[in-house]
């Protein structure tokens, strides 16, 4: 991996541990791994509680899967695939998840996790997750992508970003034993 690439995503590692922003616990993955990600929102709007989280999948990740939460909703959105897939259990897939929404209540000064597992793409790069967080009033949109990746952390309200990395050493829990997490239940 580039020494530019690696020291990027450690400066947004850093900034991402004191920033106010929506912002996945562990942002970065291999190619083509199954990941197990939480996302973690760290304030409401303003005093207002944060009343709902909509996540936007990106293209190019065909598998993804919330994780239920104790006391919130989920709504699920999808999309047709542009050709059919198999999964891995040899079933025809030809929609994918494209939106995750969960409703509930979060008080404004305390903080969550939301998780999704996806079965990421074979391209590195980052992938962006535009993000809706809806209040009791008000609402923060962290929708906005960086110029370059080095301008993630100085972006306003941006998009969570996951950074997929080939070669890299991660330790991402979630893409450890998640390799046959069949694809057969999207």
Partial sequence: MPMRMILVVAAIVTSTAASAHITFA???AQPESYYAGFLRVSHGCEA???VS??????????????QPKPGWTLAIEHEPLARSIRSEM????KERVSAITWAGNLPADEFDEFGIML??????GPLYFPTV???ASGSNAWVNRPATLDAWHATKMPAPMLVVISGASTTTAGSMAMDHMGEHQQ
């Fill in 26 to 28: 562990e942002p970065e």
């Fill in 48 to 50: 207002s509680p944060t």
């Fill in 53 to 66: 989280i909509r996540v936007e999948i990106p293209a190019g990740i065909d598998v993804a899967r919330p």
């Fill in 90 to 93: 040899g079933s025809l897939v």
């Fill in 119 to 124: 079965k990421l793409p074979a391209s590195a």
């Fill in 133 to 135: 967080q809806r209040c």
